[in-house]
């Protein structure tokens, strides 16, 4: 059964426009959350996280959201550039202090100039 | 962020045989990961490398399969064993870092095809 979900696999969206990417969890033991993103042949890169205390956290062009009730949170990309062409994952931790990330499917994220 | 290196980037290898991987970072860490992205698939975690005890291994991955060295608080290996076509994976290692404590910082990888 997986703990963190990323419906859409794909999204395409035009330069200068937001880019919205979704992640739904259930298990309510999380209480960190973090996306990556990652260029083919490379290995993730930490873009931005949450904890579960706060409901956004913002740092340039990237806003993480987060909804508890409904065990969702966002990555809002403002403005969107082509080199944001990659994909994101989103990752979920805490619920043993284990450290150790759980991952959803990813998106696959296409900014056309 | 800690600087992650891996060895060997890539190789192709014939089922049967094994291959180890290593990762090197630039600072001392406690905690070290191993990661393993199969075709189209997202991030799994194999085991958890902390210097001086024995790794901790996930539902699903065992220790004959996946051994695990973490000699010192900069390096670790992990040798896949006896491969077949189902280990071609892409296998990352990563280290815990960074201000809220849970973030990752992840290796380039070392992308596996077994023949």
């Known amino acids: 059964d997986q703990q963190v979900k990323q419906n859409s696999p794909s999204l395409s969206v035009q330069e200068g426009r937001i880019s919205i990417l979704n992640c739904d969890y259930t298990?309510?033991?999380?209480?960190?959350f973090l996306w990556y993103k990652k260029y083919p042949a490379e290995g993730p890169t930490f873009l931005i996280s949450i904890s579960s205390i706060k409901d956004k956290n913002e740092d340039g062009r990237f806003t993480v959201f987060l909804n508890k009730s409904a065990k969702h949170l966002s990555l809002h990309i403002v403005p969107s550039q082509p080199g944001d062409s990659a994909v994101y994952f989103c990752?979920?931790?805490?619920?043993?202090?284990?450290?150790?990330?759980?991952f959803g499917s990813g998106t696959r994220l296409l900014v056309r100039p | 962020s800690a600087v992650i290196s891996q060895k060997p980037s890539r190789d192709i290898c014939q089922r049967g045989t094994s291959l180890t991987i290593q990762c090197q970072v630039d600072s001392q860490v406690t905690m070290m990961f191993w990661y393993r992205q199969q075709p189209g698939q997202s991030l799994t975690l194999i085991a958890t490398?902390?210097?001086?005890?024995?790794?901790?291994?996930e539902s699903g991955f065992v220790i004959d399969k996946f051994p695990i060295s973490r000699p010192n608080l900069t390096f670790s290996t992990l040798t896949v064993s006896n491969m077949s076509p189902e280990d071609s994976s892409i296998y990352l290692c990563?280290?815990?870092?960074?201000?809220?404590?849970?973030?990752?910082?992840f290796g380039p990888g070392t992308r596996l095809t077994v023949t």
């Open positions: 990752a979920a931790s805490g619920m043993d202090s284990s450290y150790k990330l759980i």
């Open positions: 298990n309510s033991m999380f209480d960190y």
């Open positions: 490398a902390n210097q001086g005890s024995e790794a901790t291994y």
């Open positions: 990563s280290v815990v870092g960074g201000m809220g404590g849970y973030e990752q910082y």
